[in-house]
T-cell receptor, first 115, second 109 residues
Framework: EAEVAQSPRYKITEKSQAVAFWCDPI?????LYWYRQILGQGPELLVQFQDESVVDDSQLPKDRFSAERLKGVDSTLKIQPAELGDSAMYLC?????????????FGPGTRLLVL | GQNIDQPTEMTATEGAIVQINCTYQ??????LFWYQQHAGEAPTFLSYNVLDGLEEKGRFSSFLSRSKGYSYLLLKELQMKDSASYLC??????????WGAGTKLIIKP
């Protein structure tokens, strides 16, 4: 069964350092999402790509966060500099498209701890 | 504003039935999803409702009433492995998913 791949699974960093997360969506999935999830809360959308184009990055803290999907396949999310409040689970999801009945499938996530 | 309400936590007994409710107020409606999330893991898709009524899938069923802005997830013959958080998410008029905070389900033997 096809899965969304993410790496690393865990990351510990010190504040003010740079971190990067990688996501490889299910093959053929045009839409890719990056979410942040704080313990006890639902996922919060950071950025959505349709192929290589950003569709929605309204909730992305652009002063420190950046995301790219250069060839419309895999994607990287970067934080520079990391802050204590960035400690969370970062989830990547993908879907075939965005129409009716399109379901988002999630990768295993990257758990970030900023010290 | 957009809002999804779910109980924070529920407790049930192994072998029993539990119903997890979700009420929503969103800008438009283009479907409702239920996801299961075990502690420290990613959400996994359980069910999708876009029309009123009940969708059954094995031990899990999901119900939707669009006029009431209400859904529930019904879990039958509970097993210990069903201990997890259950997330309700609604797709709004912009096809964006609005997520609830999740309901933590604790199963006791």
């Amino acid at each position: 069964e096809a899965e969304v791949a993410q790496s690393p699974r865990y990351k510990i960093t010190e504040k003010s350092q740079a971190v990067a997360f990688w996501c490889d969506p299910i093959s053929g999935h045009a839409t890719l999402y990056w979410y942040r999830q704080i313990l006890g809360q639902g996922p919060e959308l950071l950025v959505q790509f349709q192929d290589e184009s950003v569709v929605d990055d309204s909730q992305l803290p652009k002063d420190r966060f950046s995301a790219e999907r250069l060839k419309g396949v895999d994607s990287t999310l970067k934080i520079q500099p990391a802050e204590l409040g960035d400690s969370a689970m970062y989830l990547c999801a993908s879907s075939l498209g965005t129409g009716d009945q399109e379901t988002q499938y999630f990768g295993p996530g990257t758990r970030l701890l900023v010290l | 504003g957009q809002n999804i309400d779910q109980p924070t936590e529920m407790t049930a007994t192994e072998g029993a039935i539990v119903q997890i409710n979700c009420t929503y107020q969103t800008s438009g409606f283009n479907g409702l999803f239920w996801y299961q999330q075990h502690a420290g893991e990613a959400p996994t898709f359980l069910s999708y409702n876009v029309l009123d009524g009940l969708e059954e899938k094995g031990r899990f069923s999901s119900f939707l009433s669009r006029s009431k802005g209400y859904s529930y997830l019904l879990l039958k013959e509970l097993q210990m492995k069903d201990s997890a958080s259950y997330l309700c998410a609604v797709r709004d008029s912009n096809y964006q998913l609005i997520w609830g905070a999740g309901t933590k389900l604790i199963i006791k033997p």
